[in-house]
């Protein structure tokens, strides 16, 4: 039997440990991406690393504060200005609230469905985005707002020009916001000037979305606005999602190839708005359309 | 060979010398620069910077592996990877696997690496921040991902570039005081 002293002793070698641990994270990745059978692992490391992370958010709270502070010395012209947004903004939210009584008035008489919820009724919870991932191949983000914020799984994410994402991951005190550009996301939406409704999808790739599935000869033009739809009960419809950058209507294929960017912009700002989920009214206050048969 | 030819130019003499009269790493001063580099590594950049952020936590570990091998196991780097993981929002392992990758090439090539300053150990560095981006690429592959652009491999330059100022932090942090009862 062979005697090592304990000094010489230091366990199995390098490979073998390279080559148990390679085997460990590849049953982790598949546990991860395919089986999903422990969620919890996932939520317990999040809860050890939030420190970290709220340690790490702390120069840039700084960095804000010194922004606060400078701008503080602007006060007087921004809140004027503000103001003056603010009345613009009052006299079209007047008139919206007009329409909306009008478009309800117009759909009893119609006796068309209610529209499930308008944009202008959701609440919504301010949240900062804690981090954004180093590497290109996960487009997601980390906000600070988590379950212990009554933020729930599904909830749109939006910014001041439109929708960013929507939360796929809860921890206690942060989410994880899945991008519009992520691979596996798509949103249902409608093309502003004619109503034309489809589906775009992330092509993860940054700053770029893809509607998929329209003919050839599909009325759509270059520089178009598309807005959710509502359709599906995840985002509030009428809200900016992309606009078309370039078409590729290819006679020989079925379909055109149409590529859009997002409107909003995780970039730009640190700020974002997660909006409560749609609630689906109930089944007595939705009219149902009474199509009288043989008219048509 | 004829040993005569050696330079003596080529090995640092004094940088061996130096090394020698290093005070031992606590255990407690190793779990601290790595969790300072966890942190560093969480900073909430956005844009060119984020492109250009440099993985301080994979830097850390090759330093201790390179420097004071069997300081920190391949375990501690899986569960920091594991960390990385969650705080990236990647998947569960990806990570985990790049750090092991490092604290093997590192240990391996650590006794090697020894005899060359930190300059010169940063070409090396940035090799196996390489393979540590090529195993990452290549777990995200595994689940349909595209390749990323060139612009992906600008953090392993500038890690390469940081590991000289990290380097030599350690050393300076590291250094025994002299003592003036001595003698």
């Known amino acids: 039997m062979e005697t090592v002293p304990q000094f010489f002793r230091h366990g199995p070698g390098p490979f073998t440990r390279l080559f148990v641990f390679i085997l460990l994270s590849c049953l982790l990745i598949a546990e991860d991406t395919r089986l999903k059978y422990f969620p919890q ?5 999040g809860v050890i ?20 502070f400078i701008a503080s010395f602007y006060l ?9 947004i603010y009345l613009d903004n009052r006299e079209q939210l007047l008139k919206l609230h007009a329409l909306e009584v009008e478009n309800v008035q117009l759909r009893k008489l119609l006796g068309a469905v209610q529209q499930i919820e308008t944009a202008t009724k ?28 009554h933020i729930q799984l599904g909830q749109a994410v939006i910014d001041d020009q439109g929708i960013v994402g929507q939360i796929t991951q809860l921890y206690p005190w942060s989410s994880e916001v899945t991008l519009l550009t992520d691979k596996d996301h798509s949103v249902p939406v409608q093309v502003v000037r004619n109503s034309l409704r489809s589906v775009v999808s992330g092509t ?3 700053d770029e979305l893809e509607l998929r599935y329209l003919s050839v000869n599909t009325d759509i033009q270059q520089g178009d606005l598309l807005v959710t739809s509502g359709i599906g009960g995840v985002y509030p419809p009428g809200i900016p999602v992309a606009a078309v950058l370039r078409i590729e209507r290819d006679p020989t294929g079925d379909f ?15 700020q974002v708005l997660v909006l409560a989920l749609v609630q689906p009214e109930s089944n007595e206050s939705q009219e149902i359309p009474a199509i009288e048969p043989g008219k048509n | 060979m004829n040993p005569g030819k050696i330079k003596e130019g080529h090995v640092n003499k004094d940088h061996y010398i130096r090394q020698d009269v290093f005070v031992p790493a606590s255990n407690w001063f190793v779990a601290a620069s790595l969790i300072a580099a966890s942190i560093l590594n969480f900073l909430p950049l956005q844009g060119e910077f984020l492109l250009l952020r440099p993985d301080f936590l994979a830097i850390t570990i090759a330093y201790w592996n390179i420097n004071y091998p069997h300081k920190m196991g391949m375990s501690v780097a899986f569960g920091l990877g594991l960390m990385m993981d969650v705080g990236n929002a990647g998947i569960l392992g990806q990570h985990a696997l790049a750090y092991c990758i490092v604290v093997y090439l590192t240990l391996v090539f650590g006794r090697r690496l020894r005899l060359f300053t930190p300059v010169k150990q940063a070409p090396q560095i940035g090799l196996v921040l390489l393979m540590m981006q090529w195993a990452i690429v290549l777990v995200a592959l595994s689940t349909d991902s595209l390749l990323p652009d060139w612009q992906y491999y600008l953090a392993t330059v500038a890690g390469a570039l940081l590991w000289v100022p990290v380097s030599y932090l350690f050393t300076l942090l590291l250094r025994q005081k002299p003592d003036p009862d001595a003698l």
């Open chain 1, 49 to 68: 690393i939030f420190p970290l992370q709220k340690i790490a958010y702390i120069p840039a709270s700084i960095y804000d504060q010194i922004g606060e």
């Open chain 1, 76 to 84: 007087l012209e921004e809140n004027e200005k503000l103001r003056r």
């Open chain 1, 204 to 206: 993860g790739r940054n």
């Open chain 1, 256 to 270: 055109a190839q149409i590529i859009s960017t997002p409107v909003a912009g995780v970039d730009r700002n640190r």
């Open chain 1, 41 to 45: 692992f996932r939520q317990t490391i």
């Open chain 1, 122 to 149: 959701t609440k919504a919870v301010l949240a900062e985005i804690l981090s954004t991932p180093r590497d290109p191949f996960s487009h997601k983000i980390t906000l600070n707002k988590g379950s212990q914020h």
